[in-house]
């Protein structure tokens, strides 16, 4: 099986610029070391809730090996959690970014339909689209860095039209590379721009407002299937500390048996829920 190349997460631009590559998504520093100690923490803590309490003695008193099995399954669970939560909060970051991308687009073609109406040429107006974006947003905006190279890149004689294809080609979102694509057929051809930039904001605006009602509609679902996900949980924990007689059952192979497959159900109704509330805009 050929090993799966990891994306770059900057490519290089026309003017050798290291741009970002949307297709992955890499964490900072902050941002690993609060993923990273937020799921060692919580699955330890699982683990221990589910797994806790092996080796006590006829009397149901820790042991030695008590602490020690605890230790372990503290340890070994939250790394386990590490590694299974990283790639999922990665996902998680960068559908923000897209989201982010695509409201930050959407101002751009707006200020750009604005400059167009006014009678600019393409090159004036992609200059005060840049000029209107930086006060929008800060400096440190993706769709600012992009128009900026863009504004570069004019002024360095590298079509614009390229450009704008390959910002809709790393942008991984389809609004966006479609209007790339468009862009650069129509501006070849001496097509109409400022009615091309009209049409694509007002569609990637209905696509966005339809999106929004969809998650004020889902939001009450979400909150009720996060709430389903961990009353599990506590209900395991309380269960421990209310009824240690009925807790020791859980320190016995059939019990960790029973509870393995618990939690193998648990995982699978977790991930399609997930694949429910998953909607694709």
Do not use: H, W
Request: glycine fraction near 8%; include cysteine; charged fraction near 20%.
């Amino acid at each position: 099986m050929a090993k799966k190349v990891q994306e770059p997460q900057y490519v290089m631009s026309a003017l050798n610029t290291p741009m970002l590559n949307y297709k992955t998504y890499v964490m900072s520093g902050q941002e690993k070391f609060t993923t990273f100690l937020l799921a060692f923490v919580v699955g330890g803590i699982v683990g221990l809730t589910f797994y806790g309490g092996q080796f006590r003695d006829a009397e149901g008193l820790a042991t030695t090996a008590t602490s020690v099995s605890n230790l372990i399954i503290f340890v070994l669970v939250g790394i386990a959690a590490c590694f299974l939560f990283y790639p999922m909060r990665c996902k998680q970051l960068q559908n923000k970014r897209r989201m982010e991308l695509t409201q930050q687009f959407r101002s751009f073609l707006e200020a750009l339909a604005v400059s167009l109406s006014s009678g600019m040429n393409m090159s004036e107006s992609l200059v005060s689209a840049y000029n209107d974006l930086k006060v929008e947003y800060s400096d440190k905006a993706y769709i600012v860095a992009e128009v900026k190279e863009m504004v570069d890149g004019l002024q360095n004689n590298i079509p614009i039209e390229s450009m704008m294809a390959s910002f809709g080609e790393r942008s991984q979102i389809d609004d966006i590379k479609n209007f790339g694509v468009v862009f650069e057929v129509c501006y070849r051809a001496g097509g109409n721009i400022k009615d091309i930039v009209r049409r694509t904001n007002d569609i990637i605006s209905e696509k966005i407002e339809v999106g929004e009602e969809i998650e004020t509609a889902l939001a009450s679902n979400k909150s009720q299937f996060t709430a389903m996900m961990v009353i599990p949980v506590i209900m395991m924990l309380l269960l421990r500390m209310m009824s240690s007689s009925f807790a020791a059952g859980f320190a016995t192979a059939p019990g960790v048996i029973a509870i393995t497959i618990a939690i193998g159900l648990f995982v699978a109704a977790y991930k399609l829920g997930q694949k429910i509330m998953d909607i694709k805009g």
